[in-house]
């Protein structure tokens, strides 16, 4: 356990760093809302009995995919839920110090929420919007090589619509700025990502350049020029056989009950933990 946070606040063990802080900031919003739905809270006012029923229907709803997520017009219990959220994180914030420490961790979290929504989602303006959010934080953390490069490439493709408007076409309107490996929603990864995934998974995998076939020349350049062609043989078999019909899937993987039922548990350790650390 030491080593895995050593190497999450490291910044290495990305995945396990993301879960832990979605799951955390998970916990304190759960904490926020118990005090507007049960009227434990002094800062703000509480949410009516009628408001809380209608979230429960809208949640009820939600998970029975009957209700429209699409519609234009957000519930009125939503919308008061989430004004009364944020009075009370304003008054939160005056109020106490560490509140605030927290709250504008949450904020932090949420842009980083936003970043990965973009990139899975292949929404290109909702990228270039949480970028410009994270230039700050890359200064203030001290991360002078990203605040610097990440403003450049901001000003660049602010300018892409003038400068290369068929290449703004294929980003906006396609979401060519991202790389999906399947028809499923929520499979968006960067560019970047894809060639650690594809490319240098095959490399250092069974039939790869490093077991055994060596690294000259004339081995890469036929790896490279064959690479494509053994893939679609591949895909083309599982297909054929029947083993390729999962990928066509809406449920993502990451909505398994093992994976839910870790989350709840892990969820449910992080209140308890806060809630006997904090002052109520």
């Known amino acids: 356990m030491l080593w895995a946070v050593g190497h999450m606040l490291a910044g ?48 009820d709803g939600a998970m029975d995919e009957t209700y429209n997520l699409q519609e ?18 304003v ?14 961790y949450m904020k932090h979290v949420q ?28 200064a203030a953390t001290g991360h002078s090589n ?7 490439y901001l000003q660049m493709m602010l300018n892409l619509p003038e400068k290369h408007p068929w290449l703004y076409q294929k980003f906006n309107d396609a979401g060519f700025h991202t ?6 929603y929520w499979t968006g990864i960067s560019t970047d990502l894809a060639v650690e995934q594809v490319m240098m998974k095959a490399v250092k995998s069974r039939g790869g350049l490093t077991h055994g076939r060596g690294m000259t020349e004339s081995v890469r350049l036929v790896w490279v020029h064959s690479m494509h062609k053994c893939g679609t043989i591949h895909r083309s078999l599982k297909a054929l056989t029947g083993v390729d019909e ?3 899937e809406l449920k993502h993987v990451e909505l398994g009950q093992t994976r839910l039922q870790r ?11 806060l809630k006997v650390n904090t002052d109520q």
Not at 266 to 271: G, K, Q, S, T, V
Request: charged share 25%; proline share 1%; hydrophobic share 40%.
């Open 246 to 248: 999962c990928c066509n």
């Open 179 to 184: 790389v999906h490996r399947s028809d499923r």
């Open 146 to 152: 990203y605040a610097k490069s990440g403003r450049l």
């Open 12 to 59: 290495k063990a990305y995945s396990r760093a993301v879960r832990g802080h979605l799951l955390l900031d998970s916990a304190l919003h759960v904490m926020l809302m118990e005090g507007l739905i049960n009227g434990d809270s002094d800062e703000c006012n509480a949410l009516s009995q009628a408001n809380v029923d209608a979230l429960r229907q809208l949640y």
């Open 111 to 138: 842009m980083l929420k936003a970043f990965l929504r973009a990139e899975r989602t292949s929404n290109w303006q909702l990228h270039l919007v949480s970028l410009s959010e994270m230039l700050k934080l890359f």
């Open 72 to 89: 234009l017009e957000p519930p009125q219990c939503l919308v008061q839920l989430g004004n009364s959220l944020e009075d009370l994180k």
């Open 91 to 104: 008054a939160l914030s005056a109020n106490s110090r560490t509140a605030k420490l927290w709250l504008q």
């Open 263 to 273: 989350d709840l548990r892990d969820l449910n350790e992080m209140l308890e933990w």
